[in-house]
């Protein structure tokens, strides 16, 4: 034990640690910055088509694009909005607070190209075009705004370039117009062209299309000329236009990839939802803790409570966003943090139940624990690692308040939890350490029984994969599909066959509807294109007694899509790549890694197939989720494998079979406790994490639940399918 100055240097480091941490997240709506699934708003990935671009013209391109878009972002009046490249032709831009996606997507998107062309005037020459289709050489024979034809130039006069400012004003007949200034490069032109070409038309032409067309009086040399259309602009239009002309002409047309957007309802009840289910899941966990270990269980949950104070201290530093994910994220890492306490608990279980003291029973259980601790949370925070590389936004957020939150629990498990006893031992009354135990010494033969179980095992995982499979497309979500989700909330409920007659009248046809039992005022749609407005504009014609609001929309093109399914699988392949190598580096012996992965294997097929039996389709929350499992479920079997290892030490007369039997009933209740009392939380993420949390915790639940089969019945007996002769290293 500690000298009392090493204890009080040990207390003084938790308790400023714990006010620094308080400190950075007080107060937390103003320290901790909420993701764009929480607050609502847009998140777009834009690609630069730079298809018809040569080659010199595409070189800074994309930069050029990058700058204009966030120029017109700024004037947009949109607060800490992110716009950044990915890749060589993508970029990011999140909008946090937006929800007018077609008024943000054209000021966007909006190529700006504006051009002041020539028109030909001749009657003859417009009429022999429009019944012979030959327009003379130079002209197009096109449509005005109004729907006149008119003989275009196709070269024009003067382009955007030589507009100095773009302001709305008020044209003669007090409607919103634009006024544009141009440069003294431009001004000159502009007063030839205009002095050259007196009782000829000039046309203004934006991204192709034809604002007006006015004959020219005379020269005009003031540099200024303006924009207006029969029956006036509205002056969101005018102060859209303005900006996109003061920013400049896009370099290339922008296609929009993926496009999420949250309403900000869905985003309160996302908030709502996560609290709830992160303070549930707490109570479950701290009143377990504090009813099964006593006194122990305490010291547990005060350890607990500082993890999730340095969880939020940590974010608050490194200004980290926090996402539904994250929040999720959050209350698994307080489960996966009791695990430690249980390993240790248990530990000092087993050393009182040898009849040594106290103290070192208490400095034995945490010096045997050490290992297990370490080699189960490396293994999750390898799958959080790769989750965090190949992830978007959200998903990003989960793996860095798993990685930060994983952290925080081996500091508080081990050393805040221990220096607690070394407090308690201050006072020469501290001689018993009570612990309730529901499952005591256990006998059985869990590898004659193998075989069963295999079959079993095959038998779950055949079914789940032909229903798998049989689906097709139809088992992954637009994530990897692509296509659009629409959620909407009703005032009140609206029959599904109803909305598909609506559907249909707009020429929607292939929309599959989805109406939630939960609340039947939520309606989902999805479908292979985007026909948001569409049926937007229909439910607002329709609906105008039972209006609604738009909790998300969700977008994703099909390469966009295919590339999400390649980093899925790549997350995938490397986190268990990972696992295997570190298993095997720890454990000295390939079949340990062999065995533990092929069982990660196994809770991951399992897994899947049960989304397919429930009709839940995979997107990147389930990916999520599988990686988690993948990571979280081999922790089981590090404790066997640590205990094999020990036994194999100190047991040299006994065979392989008989040393994996007796370590698997000495750890039996502390894989069903780890695995038990994290799936408290995972049940509070369950019911009252909200219906986007709904499929990821279910998805958990399913994989821990096998995790705790497959470390019994299926990595442990491998190992000694594998193993003709191991010789106890370590």
Known sequence: ???????????????????????????????????????????????????????????????????????????????????????????????????????????????????????????????????????????????????????????????????????????????????????????????????????????????????????????????????????????????????????????????????????????????????????????????????????????????????????????????????LPGIAGIVLTLGMAVDANVLINERIREELKLGRPLSIAISSGYTKAFSAILDSNVTTLIAAFFLFQFGSGPIRGFALTLSVGLLASMFTAIFVTRTIFELLFLNRNFKNLSMLQLIGATKFDFIAKRRFFYALSVLVIGAGMFIFLKQGKNAYGIDFSGGQIQEYRFQRPVPVEQIRLLLKESGINEAAIQQFKEDPRIVMLRSSQDTAELASEKFKAHFKDNPYDLLRIENVGPVVGKELRQKALSALALSLSGILVYVAFRFKHFNFAAAGVLALFHDILVTLGFLALSGKQIDLLIVTAILTIAGYSINDTIVIYDRVRENMRSMRKMSLAEIINLSVNQTLSRTILTSGVTLLMVIALFFWGGEVLHNFAFCLLVGFISGIYSTVYIASPLVLAWSRKISPKG
């Open 1 to 323: 034990m500690a000298t009392r100055k090493n204890l009080l240097y040990k207390a003084l480091l938790i308790l400023g640690l714990a006010g620094l941490s308080l400190w950075l997240a007080y107060p937390l709506d103003k320290k901790i910055n909420l993701g764009l699934d929480l607050k609502g708003g847009m998140h777009l990935v834009l690609r630069v088509d730079l298809s018809q671009m040569d080659e010199k013209s595409k070189n800074g391109a994309v930069e050029r694009a990058l700058e204009i878009i966030s120029n017109r972002v700024n004037e947009f009046g949109v607060a800490e909005p992110l716009i950044q490249r990915q890749g060589g032709e993508h970029i990011l831009v999140q909008l946090p607070g937006v929800t007018d996606r077609k008024r943000a997507k054209e000021l966007i998107g909006k190529t700006a190209l504006l051009e002041f062309k020539l028109v030909n005037s001749q009657a003859k020459a417009l009429s022999e075009a429009g019944q012979a289709g030959n327009p003379p050489e130079g002209y197009e024979y096109v449509n005005d705004e109004e729907g006149k034809p008119l003989l275009l130039s196709k070269s024009a006069s003067l382009t955007g370039e030589a507009i100095k400012d773009a302001q709305v004003g008020v044209d003669q007949y007090g409607l919103p117009s634009v006024k544009l200034e141009f440069n003294e490069k431009g001004r000159k032109t502009f007063a030839e062209i205009t002095a050259s070409q007196i009782n000829e038309r000039l046309a203004i032409v934006l991204d192709g299309m034809i604002k007006l067309a006015p004959v020219i009086n005379q020269g005009i040399d003031s540099g200024e000329a303006e924009i207006t259309r029969r029956g006036g602009f509205s002056s969101q239009e005018a102060s859209d236009i303005s900006i996109v002309l003061r920013s400049g002409a896009l370099p290339a047309p922008m296609v929009i990839e993926e496009e999420r957007t949250i309403g900000p309802l869905l985003g309160a009840d996302s908030v709502r939802s996560g609290i709830k289910a992160c303070l549930i899941g707490s109570a479950l966990v701290f009143g377990f803790m504090c009813i099964y270990y006593l006194l122990s269980g305490v010291v547990a949950s005060i350890a607990l409570i500082l993890n999730f104070v340095l969880i939020l201290g940590f974010m608050a530093y490194f200004n980290a966003t926090l996402t």
